[in-house]
């Protein structure tokens, strides 16, 4: 991916993408999300990044297409992508990195430090995406 193709993938995070996170069996996971009406633009998120790509049919609106990822390889490899780039969620990226540091074996439960350390990044998150004018 060129620099400047990653600077693009950077905007349209700030504009149309989020961290967010989701409880499973009480551990708390991160995901990364990115939904716009452009087919071929999340089209090419996917074929960069692979994950899960669905549209998005509501009555009285357009078709929008969503991107999602949240596994540990594609979480940390896309922040680190579009980290020198992002500026508007340049603090949520700093954060969602911070989250994939506590991401370890699948097969081990996570450590009671870790969980308190995921908790207050999600903590974090929350504040932010408040700030920002977003629930």
């Not at 693009?8 to 939904?35: H, M, R």
């Not at 594609?74 to 500026?87: D, N, T």
């Not at 097969?107 to 908790?119: A, F, G, K, Q, V």
């Amino acid at each position: 991916m060129t620099e400047l193709e990653r600077a693009y993938l950077a905007g349209l995070f700030d504009g149309e993408g989020c961290i967010s996170y989701f409880n499973q069996t009480g551990t708390p996971l991160l995901k990364i999300v990115l939904q716009m009406c452009s087919q071929e633009v999340v089209a090419w998120i996917q074929d960069v990044f692979p994950g899960s790509f669905r549209e998005i049919l509501r009555e009285g609106h357009p078709i929008c297409y969503r991107w999602e990822i949240s596994k540990k390889e594609a979480l940390k490899s896309f922040l680190e992508m579009i980290q020198p780039y992002a500026r508007v969620k340049r603090k949520l990226v700093s954060l969602g990195l911070q989250f994939t540091d506590t991401i370890g074996d699948s097969r081990r439960p996570i450590s009671d430090e870790n969980l308190y350390i995921r908790y207050r990044i999600i903590d974090e998150i929350d504040k932010t995406n408040f700030q920002r004018g977003r629930n």
